[in-house]
């Protein structure tokens, strides 16, 4: 990778990962702060105000994607921090469960992961740009790992609403790394693409289809899997982070020579194949091995691996089979389907956890994997690209 790839592709992560952080600090500690506020005392009040973001998110993707597309990818990403800010303000200064609601809605209308990734395309050459992806993801898993370890800690030290502040200091350094240290990207194509072309676009379901899948897995074993970290590996929930930290971190480093494969030997659909594969087999190995705690940890480390293998690969993939000025729009439905994957597999988990059982859960994941293994298969050959794309040395 050029400097100037490598320094848009780890600005834009630090991006993700100041955002990201902030949001993942509330899940450990939320519905604790939540009982002292108007309205706190009522459970499904409290999942929803936690869940408004992500709902919001949903909504707002695919319009800020497209709206990237024309008036240009930081301008969307500064007005979408921005947002975030204002919503983490008002948090702060709630006190009452509605108002914490309010300004969770408000950030959730930052939705700028669509036009983040499209600059990140926008920036790299297509034989860099699953690495640059990677960079992405790996931004995100350490900032839950580390959210895991500090959020407990800030909690009792300095109170939630100085963390929702935390959170605004953390959006506005954001905004002054897209104003002041990412790189501009090249100007985006004049032409128009409908949006229906988009949505028709058989390749781009396939890959709305794998993100879907695959976070709703995520959503859905994180209902059960911290309870059985208790329970069969005897690991208290505050020590969690012991685990989830290098079991990422390794996971992390282990998928690296499979993006680096996939992109100098164009194996790219080989090593997306495998990767679906492992996280089938996660999910049967769940399903059958759950209660041993050597298989419970081995089999987390594999989830990993294939998640954060599939997180590098799908949006590089988006961004190359979508149309050049439709990249935005492209990644807004991509990222729509994956914030609708992670509510329906959160609410199917719950419910299933309530009325079913754990195994039954990694059952259903293991029947969605298999067909989104069966639609993968058909997906045509990555081409080898004939020459290499410049990249201005910067």
């Known amino acids: 990778m050029s400097r100037a790839e490598i320094r848009s592709s780890a600005s834009l992560a630090a991006i993700f990962a100041l955002r990201m952080l902030g949001l993942f600090m509330l ?37 800020l994607g497209m709206a990237s597309d024309r008036l240009g990818r930081k301008p969307v990403i500064v007005a979408g921090m921005l947002m975030f800010v204002i919503g983490a303000v008002i948090c702060a200064e709630s006190t009452s469960l509605f108002g914490v609601m309010l300004g969770r809605g408000i950030q959730g209308l930052g939705a700028i992961s669509a036009a983040i990734t499209a600059l ?8 860099h740009r699953t690495k640059a992806m990677a960079m992405v993801g790996g931004s995100i898993g350490i900032s839950f790992a580390l959210a895991m370890v500090i959020a407990p800690v800030l909690f009792e030290s300095v109170g939630m609403p100085t963390m929702f502040g935390m959170m605004a200091a953390a959006g506005l350094a954001a905004i002054a790394v897209v104003l002041w240290v990412t790189p501009d990207a090249p100007a985006l194509p004049a032409q128009r693409v409908p949006f229906s072309n988009v949505l028709k676009n058989r390749e781009l379901m396939r890959l709305n289809f794998g993100v879907f899948v695959l976070h709703f897995a995520q959503m859905a074993m994180f209902v059960v899997v911290p309870a059985a970290l208790v329970r069969v590996a005897e690991i208290p929930l505050a020590h969690h982070w012991k685990v989830y930290l290098p079991v990422m971190l390794v996971s992390f480093v282990a998928m690296l020579p499979a993006i680096i494969v996939a992109e100098k030997y164009a194996k790219m659909k080989q090593v997306f194949l495998i990767a679906i594969s492992l996280l089938l087999v996660v999910q049967l190995g769940f399903w059958q091995f ?43 439905v991509y990222n729509t389907l994956q914030a609708l994957g992670i509510a329906c597999g959160a609410a199917a988990g719950g419910v299933m956890s309530k009325f079913a059982s754990a195994p039954t859960i990694f059952a259903l994941c293991a029947v969605l994997t298999v067909i989104w293994l069966i639609i993968a298969v058909n997906m045509p050959e990555i081409p080898r690209r004939s020459a290499p794309q410049s990249a201005k040395q910067v």
């Open 120 to 127: 990140i395309a926008d920036s790299t050459r297509e034989e």
């Open 27 to 63: 899940s450990p500690v939320f519905a604790i702060y939540a009982k002292n506020l108007s309205g706190g005392n009522n459970p499904l009040l409290v999942g929803l105000a936690l869940g408004m973001f992500s709902l919001v998110q949903a909504f707002f993707q695919i319009p």
């Open 290 to 332: 759950m209660e041993h705690p050597v298989a419970l940890i081995a089999l987390l480390f594999g989830f990993f691996i294939a998640f954060n293998t599939l997180e590098a690969s799908q949006p590089s993939l988006v961004s190359r089979i979508a149309p050049p000025a439709a990249k935005g729009a492209a990644l807004g």
